[in-house]
């Protein structure tokens, strides 16, 4: 069995090997086992409206929903989880539009940070209260700037390489 899976069931342009290599990024940089299982599926509008009604009594389709099952919580730092099932994830390019105008992120950036998101979700974390919100999304922030920099740093890795075989 993957330890993670990333499925795209819609006709949007999102780079699926992309997003598992940021899923491992995350998931080592929160110290959670290596052998957990998580899933992230990109789906349609009718399917989220679906899953958005039954699971969260609200009408409507949603950006993004988590469903935890071993309920997997952050560690201590410099500590490891167990492995375990850490969960799903469900987005809905469909329905980022209008935050991707707002945020000014591309598809494929917003999607990024909506597993990012799912992610923190699915470890039991929350932004209903101020204070959580506030660990939440500075926990979000900084997971986001270090991809973004590893990312930054492999393209300059590998245009150097192929500068070097020239």
């Given at each position: 069995?993957?330890?993670?899976?990333?499925?795209?069931?819609?006709?949007?342009?999102?780079?699926?090997?992309?997003?598992?290599?940021?899923?491992?990024?995350?998931?080592?940089?929160?110290?959670?086992?290596?052998?957990?299982?998580?899933?992230?599926?990109?789906?349609?509008?009718?399917?989220?409206?679906?899953?958005?009604?039954?699971?969260?009594?609200?009408?409507?389709?949603?950006?993004?929903?988590?469903?935890?099952?071993?309920?997997i919580?952050?560690?201590?730092?410099?500590?490891?989880?167990?492995?375990?099932?850490?969960?799903?994830?469900?987005?809905?390019?469909?329905?980022?539009?209008?935050?991707?105008?707002?945020?000014?992120?591309?598809?494929?950036?917003?999607?990024e940070?909506?597993?990012?998101?799912?992610?923190?979700?699915?470890?039991?974390?929350?932004?209903?209260?101020?204070?959580?919100?506030?660990?939440?999304?500075?926990?979000?922030?900084?997971?986001?700037?270090?991809?973004?920099?590893?990312?930054w740093?492999?393209?300059?890795?590998?245009?150097?390489?192929?500068?070097?075989?020239?």
């Amino acid at each position: 069995m993957p330890h993670r899976e990333v499925l795209n069931e819609t006709n949007a342009p999102i780079d699926l090997q992309a997003v598992d290599a940021l899923i491992e990024h995350h998931l080592s940089a929160l110290g959670i086992h290596p052998d957990s299982v998580i899933a992230v599926t990109f789906i349609d509008t009718d399917r989220m409206t679906t899953l958005h009604e039954d699971w969260m009594n609200e009408p409507g389709p949603t950006d993004v929903l988590s469903f935890p099952i071993d309920q997997i919580t952050l560690p201590a730092a410099g500590e490891t989880t167990e492995p375990g099932i850490l969960g799903d994830i469900v987005i809905c390019p469909e329905f980022l539009g209008p935050q991707m105008l707002e945020s000014g992120r591309t598809l494929q950036q917003e999607t990024e940070f909506l597993v990012t998101h799912g992610i923190l979700h699915l470890l039991g974390m929350d932004h209903q209260e101020p204070d959580d919100h506030a660990r939440m999304f500075a926990l979000q922030d900084s997971l986001l700037s270090d991809w973004l920099t590893t990312q930054w740093e492999n393209a300059n890795r590998e245009n150097a390489n192929r500068e070097g075989t020239n």
